[in-house]
């Protein structure tokens, strides 16, 4: 969606370009000296043989000229010398063509020249007298269009609750890990002596990172809460409005009452708005972003974290910020707010339904069963929705009817947003990460699993998360072939459980594909040797230097055929794996349904327990961090 246009400059610029015009007529008038003559004095002065006239120019609206007098004359402008060359100018009186002034002149004049239009001054001065006019109405019609946008500039609007916020933690549910980092902000705010007398150095500002309604804005205002202190807010997207230099000017008054109030918590809400990578299009729209981004950064470098102003960003879109936010420092910690799971769903239930008169026949487990997926916002709306629809039937306590009503109207309603996933589809989803995660476990080239989930996560309907060891500079082909694999392994899974394929494979075949790709063509790593082919997606016949040799038909066909033994053998080897430990993907895959999330801990000790062939790697894993106990040598 396009943001609203701004008009920074316009606003700037009348009183800019007034003062200008103003100012260059009183200062710097290079006409200065140009004496002005009445009309009628200048028809006087025409019949004064003693007066003598040089290079005189009758416009539409004035006329221009020099004049000496050599005699003393009772028309004669005083203060003027005699025998002293004047520049004059005469303006003409509008409207009656004065058509005796030519014969007069005739007469009294050797010679003149007549010009259409007005001199050049007059038209730098009416051109300039227009445009002023004209920026004038606009800002007239800025002024009316935009309320009292415009008075307010300069002045911060960040919201300032003057004690604290009474939303406390006990408000926030399903996001324990986030809380829990948060506490600890909590405890920086309010035993500021302790952390500074052992000079440690307080971080400045947290950010929260997490898709929209999964309660970021909640969970600062709940710090404020616990902590007891204020809390001032401002979002990005005011920012991305307003005229240039006004954003800055905000941040620095923000900050300013931040330093008057402190201990306080700063949030900003909508970072992304105004936190985007600099650089790009000189648009003022971004001039005023940048503005205001460099101002917030020499804000968040020149206030002593000691001083207890502790800032908290939040955002749904991290990958576009600019790096420089992220440096420490600034929003040196980062803490995710993801969507809850099931358990979480239905401490948001909870928490919500607490003011509301519930029928004995409402489970709220059941509703958190049926919405996953969705985040804390969306449950408050469809807790409302339920007691609306009580209130409609005229009833005194909400049934889970009403619930089950409300997850449909919400289901309607939240369609594109996130889509409440069917049972079955749900089950699909888990067997399919399920497939990812153990073949993840068995080989020992591949990265160990961190987490597998089921709740949808952009367009994926779930996700495996792997954490590589460390920063990667060369991948080892049994590496490739091990992410290969693993990217197989969902829709393999799918097969063996379903006997049928779903459309839901699409992103992972794509990924197989290119790293099958990349070995054959770019890595050396097949049948057809070391040898550096077009890097992949180069078509026939577009040869460049950096493309490698032509490629002949045949060549192109051997290509394709490698590509397609390393994806068949790769799927051959899983297919073997996931057969020969049905059992534990039925296993894991159930366990899935139920948690919707399985952090690695869990997830290795059900493999563990099912007898599945663990990677060397996920042993030890485990050994180390005391999940087996006696070292098993097997
Ligand atoms: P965000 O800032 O992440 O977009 P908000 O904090 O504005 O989300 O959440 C909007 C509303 O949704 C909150 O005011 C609250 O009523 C409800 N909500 C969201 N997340 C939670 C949660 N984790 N626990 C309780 N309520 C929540
Ligand atoms: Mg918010
Ligand atoms: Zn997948």
């Known amino acids: 969606m396009q ?29 200065a000296d140009e004496k002005e003559l009445e009309y009628g004095q200048f028809l006087h002065l025409l019949d004064t043989p003693t007066v003598v006239w040089q290079d005189v120019v009758v416009r539409d609206a004035e006329i221009q000229g020099k004049i000496r007098f050599q005699q003393a004359d009772p028309h004669v402008p005083t203060g003027l010398e005699l025998n002293k060359t004047y520049p004059f100018v005469v303006t003409r009186p509008p409207g009656n063509e004065d058509f005796s002034l030519f014969d007069r002149l005739k007469k009294s004049l050797p010679t003149f020249q007549v010009k259409r239009g007005r001199s050049t001054f007059g038209w730098i001065i009416s051109i300039l007298y227009f445009v002023v006019a004209a920026l004038a109405v606009v800002a007239l019609f800025l002024y009316f269009g935009l309320g009292n946008r415009s008075l307010a500039f300069g002045k911060s609007r960040h919201r300032v609750f003057s004690r604290a916020s009474t939303i406390t933690f006990k408000d926030v549910a399903g996001i324990d890990e986030a809380k829990h980092e948060l506490s600890q902000v909590v405890d920086f705010l309010k035993n500021r002596d302790r952390y500074t007398r052992l000079g440690a150095r307080i971080p400045r500002g947290v950010l929260l990172v997490g898709p929209p309604g999964t309660g970021k804005t909640l969970l600062a205002l709940s710090v404020a809460g616990e902590a007891d202190v204020p809390f001032l807010s401002i979002s990005g997207s005011e920012f991305v409005e307003m005229y240039v230099g006004v954003g800055a000017s905000r941040v620095r008054d923000l900050f300013r009452d931040a330093g008057r109030q402190a201990p306080c918590i700063v949030f900003i809400d909508e970072l992304d708005a105004l936190g985007r990578s600099r650089g790009g299009a000189a648009h003022t729209a971004h001039q005023e972003r940048e503005q ?40 040196d910690r980062t803490v995710v707010v993801d969507r809850p799971d099931v358990d979480g769903r239905e401490q948001i239930l909870q928490v919500h339904t607490q003011k509301i008169q519930l029928d004995s026949s409402v489970n709220l487990r059941k509703v958190a069963n049926l919405t996953p997926g969705l985040a804390g916002a969306d449950l408050a709306n469809i807790v409302n929705e339920a007691a609306l629809l009580a209130a ?72 495996v998360l792997q954490r590589p060891e460390n920063d990667r500079l060369i991948i080892r082909q049994k590496e490739l072939e091990a992410r290969i694999q693993v990217a197989l392994g969902g829709t393999i899974a799918e097969e ?30 097949s049948k057809l040797g070391r040898i550096y082919y077009a890097a992949p997606g180069t078509r026939f016949l577009e040869s460049t230097p950096e493309s490698g040799p032509q490629l002949s038909e045949a060549t192109l066909r051997e290509i394709d055929m490698e590509i397609r033994r390393i994806l068949q053998d790769a799927l051959e080897q899983v297919r073997t794996l996931l057969e020969t430990s049905h059992e534990t993907l039925t296993l894991v895959t ?45």
């Not at 690695?600 to 663990?614: A, I, N, R, T």
Request: hydrophobic fraction near 40%.
């Open 3 to 31: 943001k609203r246009k701004s008009y920074p400059s316009l606003v700037y610029g009348i009183p800019i370009s007034i003062l200008l015009v103003l100012g260059l007529r009183i200062i710097w008038n290079p006409w």
């Open 292 to 331: 205001t981004l460099n101002q917030l950064l020499v804000e968040m470098d020149g206030f002593d974290a000691n001083q207890g102003i502790f800032i908290i960003a939040a955002t749904n879109r991290p990958e576009v910020l600019d790096t420089a936010l992220l440096r420490p420092g600034r929003f």
């Open 392 to 463: 409609k039937r005229n009833a005194n306590s909400v049934t889970m009817t009403d619930m089950n009503e409300a997850i449909e109207r919400g289901a309607i309603g939240l369609e594109r947003k996130s889509r409440i996933m069917l049972f079955e589809e749900k089950q699909r989803i888990a067997v399919h990460e399920a497939g990812h995660a153990l073949v993840a476990c068995a080989l020992p080239d591949s990265d160990l699993v961190h987490k597998v989930s089921i709740i949808p996560r952009g367009l994926a309907g779930g996700y």
């Open 496 to 525: 063996l459980t379903f006997q049928e394929l779903s459309s839901g494979a699409t992103a992972d075949l794509q990924h197989a594909t290119q790293l099958a790709e990349q070995m054959v063509r770019e890595y050396g790593m």
């Open 590 to 634: 159930e366990r899935l349904i139920t948690k919707e999330v399985l952090e690695d801990k869990e997830l290795f000790e059900l493999l563990y327990g099912s007898g599945f062939p663990l990677s060397d790697k996920v042993r030890t894993r485990m050994q180390l961090s005391g999940m087996l106990k006696q070292v098993d040598n097997g």
